[in-house]
């Protein structure tokens, strides 16, 4: 067993452990009040068998990623993403692990020039925050509030996902695809709120510039080689002048600074420049997915992801935004993870930790 595969074990099992609120009948529920030896045993096995076998499984055509998750009756399973109804080849079953398989559709970064456009009548926001009259691709007064419109110069639209800080300096964080355009921009490019599509220009509105970006690594040899990513990331050097702490009025508010790390059934929410404030329920963890990105397939792992609650989580612009748990008291609006990507129901997020380790920085938020 390698380093790794026992470190997302040992993970898994604390999750479990540490879950602060009942989730319902199933493992991870009883394993607040048992010994975890069978708790660890099935865990274990389906890692190992999502490990071992998901290579296979993406060579399937019409296979799009997987990841750990819970089956109805409380079970830990392999989740087996399909972009239609179509894909035949997956096993019921992996060395005992029971399979569950989720048609998502393909997944895509959420650029609007990149993902499919989304007709009005088969998107629900029904969950989006009623009445309100924050236009969200507009240009706001500076300090602009995080959750809205913004992008490098050549970049259509994403959405600033939280200010961040490494003590001295701070920054505007958000994917790699909002401020660097996949790999194409120039540390020093200005950065823009709003976004080139919502009528940003520079250098009128700019509100930083490209100060660090992890680059994507793109599959080769027509998909049979894909490099492994973790994080889709940027931050943009700002000032507390151009860039706040929080979101519009109808949104969250002002994250938390201490993080937490993504649990099955863990109830979040975000704010996004295209769907304003959605929340969800982590239904996949230790995923790996492959991404298209116009430019190429990315292939992610280690990702979260996410269900929307009554519909959509997150569309084509939301790419960016900070999701943070959904709770009360000090549980609520704690930093999770980093959206980028997914398809019509399903979100993909990277875990926050990942991402504020590359660059040296916390969320600049509440204590």
Same mark, same amino acid.
């Given at each position: 067993?390698?380093?790794?595969?026992?470190?997302?074990?040992?993970?898994?099992?604390?999750?479990?452990?540490?879950?602060?609120?009942?989730?319902?009948?199933?493992?991870?529920?009883?394993?607040?009040?048992?010994?975890?030896?069978?708790?660890?045993?099935?865990?274990?096995?389906?890692?190992?068998?999502?490990?071992?076998?998901?290579?296979?499984?993406?060579?399937?055509?019409?296979?799009?990623?997987?990841? =750990? /998750?819970? @089956?109805?009756?409380? $079970?830990? *399973?392999?989740?087996?993403?399909?972009?239609? %109804?179509?894909?035949? &080849?997956?096993?019921?079953?992996?060395?005992?692990?029971?399979?569950?398989?989720?048609?998502?559709?393909?997944?895509?970064?959420?650029?609007?020039?990149?993902?499919?456009?989304?007709?009005?009548?088969?998107?629900?926001?029904?969950?989006?925050?009623?009445?309100?009259?924050?236009?969200?691709?507009?240009?706001?007064?500076?300090?602009?509030? =995080? /959750?809205? @419109?913004?992008?490098? $110069?050549? *970049?259509?639209?994403?959405?600033?996902?939280? %200010?961040?800080?490494? &003590?001295?300096?701070?920054?505007?964080?958000?994917?790699?695809?909002?401020?660097?355009?996949?790999?194409?921009?120039?540390?020093?490019?200005?950065?823009?709120?709003?976004?080139?599509?919502?009528?940003?220009?520079?250098?009128?509105?700019?509100?930083?510039?490209?100060?660090?970006?992890?680059?994507?690594?793109?599959?080769?040899?027509?998909?049979?080689?894909?490099?492994?990513?973790?994080?889709?990331?940027?931050?943009?050097?700002?000032?507390?002048?151009?860039?706040?702490?929080?979101?519009?009025?109808?949104?969250?508010?002002?994250?938390?600074?201490?993080?937490?790390?993504?649990?099955?059934?863990?109830?979040?929410?975000?704010?996004?420049?295209?769907?304003?404030?959605?929340?969800?329920?982590?239904?996949?963890?230790?995923?790996?997915?492959?991404?298209?990105?116009?430019?190429?397939?990315?292939?992610?792992?280690?990702?979260?992801?996410?269900?929307?609650?009554?519909?959509?989580?997150?569309?084509?612009?939301?790419?960016?935004?900070?999701?943070?748990?959904?709770?009360?008291?000090?549980?609520?609006?704690?930093?999770?993870?980093?959206?980028?990507?997914?398809?019509?129901?399903?979100?993909?997020?990277?875990?926050?930790?990942?991402?504020?380790?590359?660059?040296?920085?916390?969320?600049?938020?509440?204590?």
């Amino acid at each position: 067993m390698s380093a790794h595969h026992r470190s997302r074990i040992a993970l898994l099992i604390a999750l479990a452990a540490d879950l602060a609120l009942p989730v319902g009948p199933g493992w991870l529920y009883d394993s607040m009040r048992a010994p975890m030896t069978i708790e660890q045993a099935s865990i274990a096995a389906a890692i190992t068998a999502m490990e071992t076998h998901t290579d296979n499984l993406l060579s399937i055509p019409g296979v799009v990623g997987t990841a =750990i /998750g819970m @089956s109805m009756d409380g $079970q830990p *399973v392999v989740k087996v993403y399909l972009a239609d %109804r179509m894909v035949v &080849g997956v096993p019921a079953a992996l060395d005992g692990v029971a399979t569950d398989t989720e048609v998502t559709g393909a997944f895509y970064s959420l650029d609007p020039r990149v993902a499919p456009a989304r007709s009005p009548e088969m998107t629900i926001w029904g969950n989006v925050k009623a009445g309100s009259d924050v236009n969200r691709r507009s240009h706001f007064p500076r300090p602009v509030p =995080i /959750g809205v @419109s913004s992008g490098q $110069q050549d *970049v259509t639209a994403g959405t600033i996902g939280a %200010r961040v800080t490494n &003590g001295t300096e701070i920054f505007a964080l958000s994917n790699n695809h909002v401020f660097a355009n996949s790999n194409r921009a120039s540390i020093g490019d200005p950065v823009l709120q709003p976004g080139s599509l919502d009528g940003g220009n520079a250098p009128d509105d700019a509100i930083g510039h490209l100060v660090d970006f992890e680059e994507i690594k793109f599959c080769t040899l027509g998909g049979m080689s894909c490099p492994n990513n973790r994080i889709d990331a940027a931050i943009a050097g700002v000032t507390e002048k151009s860039v706040g702490r929080a979101t519009p009025s109808d949104g969250y508010g002002t994250p938390r600074i201490e993080s937490v790390t993504a649990n099955l059934m863990t109830k979040v929410q975000k704010y996004g420049r295209t769907t304003g404030l959605t929340t969800g329920t982590v239904s996949g963890v230790f995923a790996t997915v492959n991404v298209d990105y116009r430019v190429g397939i990315a292939r992610f792992v280690d990702q979260i992801i996410i269900t929307g609650t009554s519909g959509e989580f997150s569309g084509p612009g939301d790419s960016g935004s900070l999701v943070v748990t959904k709770g009360s008291g000090s549980a609520d609006r704690r930093p999770l993870g980093l959206l980028f990507g997914g398809s019509r129901l399903t979100t993909i997020v990277s875990p926050i930790d990942l991402v504020l380790d590359r660059f040296g920085v916390t969320i600049d938020g509440e204590g």
